[in-house]
């Protein structure tokens, strides 16, 4: 049984908290916020507290904060020489306090408030600096169902830069879709089904196969027209810098 | 039982050809394409056509052709006075011939080669002149099991740009989360779940309120570092455009 301490109470948290619950051979063995509220409702099922002193040694302690607060927290834990690891996609590893066996445990996924995550679909980025640790971190991540990759610290920071790539700057055009229909009285709905072939599409065929459409085939006729009915002038210039790009990919061949 | 024309061979046509031949209520009478050995392999299951001339009259002919041959190939049918429909996204309704009844069937949906359509996912905007002609077009989508919307020409075209922008443009960011990671020798099955979950998230919530990262934090320190680990010029300029958009959708509010 691995012992595993959860800190923070955030979305994450809560997340991970329902994965090493609902598991076998992972044990929640103390859970921590410092708000005195939040957690209340957990305490039939593993040890909530509010005072980091009150924190006991385990197998894996888990800091499930934001960015900025890795450091300190690493810091306050009342105890050294234990596996702790972050779960952020660009904080150093070295930014906890080198009093541990220090690691990362970054799942590269998007998190919702209120839907329950299958952590099968959640690939988690590790990252240690003594070899024996990866041995602890990957029983964690088959004990939940999830995949695991050893990656190291530039690799997750490029991770996490793509990230931002497939999924807030695709959701940002999402929205620009969601926006340009709505002003046309358009149900969005009728969009819902492409945007999820487009994803669906590229788990078999890679992204430069996949790619279709007015950019790539030199379409001047559609391009033209398109940018026409374009009045937001930063939705023109992404419209004008993305065909750029998506013609830089597919360059035509010189006859 | 609606008698059904194809006229065609690319991608459209073929998959047009199966989600018609599945279904019941509907038939193809005849496929047409010019070239003559595309279409062989189905003569046992309708009629194969290589000359124009040859098309009988049918209740419904649908054009599934590149947009430049629209116009041509609809005076160059051998009858008038019959629903006839052309499936682009951009060409307007009156380059169809106006002998014939004319109409728009758009399949709002990227379609793969070899892989089946699932027409359910397959939304059909429908454009028409004449009211009775909906009904027939409504009915084919009930047959194939399509939902359809109802949709004018202005409408169609901003849903034509709006694909552009959640398929073509999407892609291309996926595409260059590839290539990001590829230079670091990251496996881009790491960055795939989260591709999929971006698309499955806005399916249920608007892309609005989907949104997260820094960007939308104003995380200035985050966004510095990323534009640093950007070599192509573009893929940088994609960046600071793309951020400068959803903090355009995201506005601070004021204090």
């Known amino acids: 049984m691995i012992n595993i301490n959860l800190i923070?109470?955030?979305?994450?948290?809560?997340?991970?908290?329902?994965?090493?619950?609902?598991?076998?051979?992972?044990?929640?063995?103390?859970?921590?916020?410092?708000?005195?509220?939040?957690?209340?409702?957990?305490?039939?099922?593993?040890?909530?507290?509010?005072?980091?002193?009150?924190?006991?040694?385990?197998?894996?302690?888990?800091?499930?904060?934001s960015d900025d607060a890795i450091g300190e927290l690493s810091s306050a834990l009342p105890f050294d020489d234990q596996l702790v690891v972050h779960t952020s996609g660009s904080v150093s590893i070295h930014e906890l306090d080198k009093k541990h066996r220090r690691g990362v445990f970054y799942p590269l996924q998007t998190f919702s408030?209120?839907?329950?995550?299958?952590?099968?679909?959640?690939?988690?980025?590790?990252?240690?600096?003594?070899?024996?640790?990866?041995i602890l971190l990957k029983k964690v991540c088959e004990a939940i169902g999830s995949p695991y990759y050893k990656i190291n610290t530039e690799q997750r920071q490029t991770l996490h830069l793509a990230a931002v790539f497939v999924n807030n700057f695709t959701n940002q055009l999402y929205r620009i879709?969601?926006?340009i229909t709505d002003i046309k009285n358009i149900n969005f709905?009728?969009?819902?089904?492409?945007?999820?072939?487009?994803?669906?599409k590229v788990q078999e065929?890679?992204?430069?196969?996949?790619?279709?459409g007015p950019a790539k085939r030199?379409?001047?006729?559609?391009?033209?027209?398109?940018?026409?009915?374009?009045?937001?002038?930063?939705?023109?210039?992404?419209y004008e810098l993305l065909t750029q790009s998506i013609q830089q990919t597919h360059g035509r061949k010189k006859l």
């Not at 709905?189 to 669906?200: Q, R, S, V």
């Open 177 to 179: 879709g969601h926006e």
């Open 8 to 65: 923070g109470a955030g979305n994450l948290a809560h997340h991970l908290f329902r994965g090493i619950y609902n598991s076998e051979g992972v044990k929640l063995q103390q859970w921590y916020s410092r708000d005195k509220k939040r957690l209340s409702a957990f305490s039939s099922k593993t040890g909530i507290i509010h005072d980091l002193k009150a924190l006991q040694q385990a197998d894996l302690t888990i800091l499930a904060v």
């Open 218 to 238: 030199y379409d001047k006729k559609t391009i033209k027209r398109h940018l026409k009915l374009l009045d937001n002038p930063l939705h023109k210039e992404l």
């Open 205 to 212: 065929v890679s992204p430069y196969m996949a790619q279709t």
């Open 189 to 200: 709905d009728i969009l819902k089904p492409l945007i999820l072939e487009t994803a669906k």
């Open 113 to 134: 408030k209120d839907v329950d995550v299958d952590f099968s679909h959640v690939p988690f980025c590790l990252e240690i600096l003594e070899k024996e640790d990866l």
